[in-house]
C-alpha cells in the first residue's frame, strides 16, 4: 500500500505535463525561429541554450509532488542560461517554478521564499547600480524582481488565502458540529423532561384506577364496586385534565393558546386529598406538615419539582406501601426547600399496582438538575424519600 501511495504522489499531474510541454515547444519555437534573450553572448553555441530549457521543462513535471527540488533545479538551469544566447521561455518556466514552491512547498518554504527573493533583489539592484553606474542598472533590479520576488509574493499570497479558507472551512464544520451536538442533547433533555412530566402527571392516576379495579374484581360486593368504580371515575377525568394540559404545554407557545397553570406546592392539601380518597381501600392515610412560612414562595421550577416528587412518592405509597399513615412534611429554611416522604414498610395485603423503577429515576433527575441532593430509602420500618432543593432556580450542566 505504501508503494501504491508513494508512486500516485510522484505521478505528475496532468495539468503540469500540459504546461511542461507548451512551455518547451514554445521555447523550440523560439529558438528555432532566432529570438534570444541575450543573443550577444556567443561563447557558446546556439543549441546550448535548449539544455536549460529541457531541464526546467522536465522540472515543470514535479512543481506540486517535489517543488523544493525543482527551485533548485530551476535556479541553477536559469544561471546556466544566463551564459548561453539565452531563451525568454527558460526565464517564464523559472518564475512558474517560484510561484510553485510558494504554492505547493513547505510552510516555512512559503514564508521564507517572500523574504529571501525580496532581498536578493535588493542586493542585485544596488550591486548593479555600484558596478554600471548608470540609471538603465535599475532595469536590472528589476527583471531580478518580477522573475523571483513577483511569483513567490504571489504564490505565499495565494497559499494565505487558501489556508485561511480552508481554516474557515474547518470552522463552520467544527460550529456545525458542536451546534448539532447541543442540538441532540437538547433534544434529548426535552424528551426526558416530557417523560419526567407525563410519568409523573399520569402514573398517580392510573396507579389508583389499577388497584381499585383489582379490588372491584376480587371483592364481589355492590357497595364494594361502586365505591371503586367511583374513584375510577374521578380519576380517569383528571387524568384526562392532566393529559390536557400536558398537550398544552407541547404546543407552539406562540400559536394561540391559553397559559397553563403550573402545579405548585400550594396544591398539596388536594394533592395529599387525592391520595387518602385513592388509598382508603388500602388501609393508608396521609397526612401533611407544611412548615413553610406564608408569602415566601420558592421559584416556579423549583415548587414544580418539589410537587412532582411528593406526587410521585405518594404514588409510589398508593402501589407498595403497607397500611399505616404516609407522613408528607415540606420545609422552607436557610434558602432551602425540603421535601420529606414517610411509607410504612413491610407487606401488604390486598391488590398491588406494577412498578418500573422509573419514578425514582425521575425524582433524581428533577433535584439534580436543580442543584438539590436526593436520597431514598428504608430506614427501620419506613420507606423515606428526601429531596433538598435551593428555594431560588439554580439549574446545573449535566
Known amino acids: 500500500m505504501d508503494g501504491t501511495v508513494t508512486e500516485k504522489s510522484l505521478r505528475p499531474h496532468r495539468d503540469d505535463v500540459l ?3 507548451v512551455s518547451v515547444a514554445a521555447g523550440l519555437v523560439f529558438w528555432s525561429l532566432g529570438v534570444y534573450s541575450n543573443p550577444a553572448r556567443g561563447s557558446l553555441p546556439a543549441w546550448a541554450a535548449l539544455v536549460p530549457l529541457v531541464v526546467l521543462g522536465a522540472m515543470e513535471l514535479l512543481r506540486r509532488t517535489a517543488p523544493q527540488v525543482t527551485l533548485i533545479v530551476g535556479t541553477a538551469g536559469v544561471i546556466a542560461d544566463q551564459f548561453t544566447v539565452g531563451s525568454l521561455a527558460t526565464v517564464v518556466i523559472f518564475t512558474d517554478l517560484m510561484y510553485a514552491a510558494a504554492v505547493y512547498g513547505k510552510p516555512a518554504m512559503a ?8 532581498l536578493i533583489t535588493v542586493v542585485i539592484t544596488i550591486a548593479s547600480l555600484a558596478w554600471l553606474r548608470t540609471p538603465q542598472a535599475l532595469l536590472i533590479g528589476a527583471v531580478t524582481g518580477i522573475v523571483s520576488f513577483a511569483p ?3 504564490g505565499a499570497t495565494l497559499r494565505n488565502h487558501r489556508e485561511a479558507a480552508e481554516a474557515a472551512r474547518l470552522r463552520a464544520e467544527q460550529t456545525a458540529l458542536l451546534a448539532e451536538m447541543d442540538r441532540s442533547q437538547a433534544v434529548a433533555a426535552e424528551r426526558a423532561r416530557m417523560a419526567r412530566e407525563l410519568h409523573d402527571m399520569v402514573a398517580n392516576h392510573l396507579s389508583a384506577i389499577a388497584i381499585h379495579s383489582t ?9 364494594t364496586s361502586r365505591d371503586a368504580l367511583g374513584v375510577i371515575r374521578e380519576n380517569s377525568v383528571q387524568g384526562l385534565a392532566e393529559m390536557r394540559r400536558l398537550i398544552g404545554l407541547l404546543r407552539d407557545a406562540g400559536g394561540g ?4 397553570a403550573v402545579p405548585s406546592l400550594d396544591g398539596l392539601d388536594a394533592l395529599v386529598g387525592q391520595a387518602g380518597t385513592n388509598g382508603s381501600a388500602s388501609g393508608l392515610t396521609f397526612v401533611l ?4 412560612p406564608p408569602g415566601e414562595p420558592a421559584a416556579a421550577p423549583v415548587e414544580l419539582a418539589a410537587y412532582r416528587i411528593v406526587q410521585e412518592s405518594l404514588t409510589n405509597a398508593l402501589k407498595h406501601a403497607a397500611p399505616g399513615t404516609v407522613t408528607v412534611r415540606v420545609a422552607h429554611e436557610d434558602g432551602l426547600l425540603s421535601v420529606v416522604v414517610d411509607s410504612p414498610y413491610g407487606e401488604r395485603p390486598g391488590p398491588r399496582a406494577p412498578g418500573s423503577g422509573a419514578g425514582l429515576i425521575g425524582m433524581r433527575e428533577r433535584t439534580e438538575l436543580l442543584g438539590g441532593t436526593f436520597t431514598a430509602g428504608r430506614t427501620g420500618s419506613v420507606w423515606r424519600v428526601r429531596a433538598t432543593l435551593p428555594a431560588e432556580e439554580k439549574a446545573v450542566e449535566m
Open 19 to 21: 504546461l511542461a510541454v
Open 111 to 118: 514564508r521564507r521564499l517572500p523574504v529571501t527573493t525580496g
Open 152 to 154: 513567490a509574493l504571489t
Open 215 to 223: 379490588a372491584a374484581l376480587s371483592i364481589d360486593t355492590a357497595g
Open 257 to 260: 393558546q391559553e397559559a397553563v
Open 289 to 292: 406538615h407544611d412548615d413553610r
